[in-house]
């Protein structure tokens, strides 16, 4: 069946301006997960859905960004005003949302902040 | 000090060679641990998942938690150039739903 799907692959935007990243999960799975990687590193917690709520937002970097998951399925996660420091891959995973259950993961958004 | 740590590496072996890959973690809550494989460009992949402490074994892959001294390892046996990848542990709080990885160790197989 169909995978977790990102889009874009790829952005590259200027600095200051706002971006929307999008991830479609797989279907049928209640928790979705957004993660950073910047270049070199691990992956960096972002925030955590399960259904439509986010019990943990803890991660998100600063007040600039945001997500929301509408109909326990689709989800957007914003960057406004973006800043240099913000370039990375944004990856997104889903999963059936039972505390054992492992995340599948898409193949994540490159972002450029020029 | 970050909750589960990892050798970035990255660690270079040649073809048929045994790689020994490691992790600590500091957070007695931790109650499952997985490996995952990331090739360059994608997404990581889930490699393996276990529970409790002792080995689990799939094909040349050996997962290995040991809950008492917090270290978590990974080893491959007859290493592949197509094994070569990051790769990325990480441990799962059932309290907080929260996945936490590791910095991810790069691998290079030569032929």
């Known amino acids: 069946g169909a995978g977790v799907s990102q889009s874009p692959s790829n952005k590259v935007t200027e600095k200051g301006k706002d971006v929307e990243l999008r991830c479609d999960p797989i279907s049928g799975h209640t928790a979705l997960y957004w993660y950073r990687q910047s270049l070199g590193q691990g992956l960096e917690f972002l925030i955590y859905?399960?259904?439509?709520?986010?019990?943990?937002k803890s991660g998100l970097p600063s007040d600039r960004f945001s997500a929301e998951r509408t109909g326990g399925s689709v989800s957007t996660l914003t960057i406004q005003r973006t800043q240099q420091e913000d370039s990375a891959v944004y990856l997104c995973?889903?999963?059936?949302?039972?505390?054992?259950?492992?995340?599948?993961f898409g193949n994540g958004t490159r972002l450029t902040v020029t | 000090q970050k909750e589960v740590e990892q050798d970035p590496g990255p660690l270079s072996v040649p073809e048929g060679a045994i790689v020994s890959l490691n992790c600590t973690y500091s957070?007695?809550?931790?109650?499952?641990f997985m490996w995952y494989r990331q090739y360059s460009r994608k997404g990581p992949e889930l490699l393996m998942y276990?529970?409790?402490?002792g080995n689990k074994e799939d094909g040349r892959f050996t997962a290995q938690v040991d809950k008492s001294s917090k270290y978590i390892s990974l080893f491959i046996r007859d290493s592949q150039p197509s094994d070569s990848a990051t790769y990325l542990c990480a441990a799962f709080s059932g309290n907080t739903g929260k996945l936490i990885f590791g910095q991810g160790t790069t691998l290079q197989v030569k032929p």
């Open positions: 995973a889903s999963s059936l949302g039972t505390h054992n259950s492992p995340l599948h």
């Open positions: 859905f399960q259904g439509n709520s986010a019990p943990d």
């Open positions: 957070n007695s809550a931790f109650q499952y």
């Open positions: 276990t529970y409790s402490s």
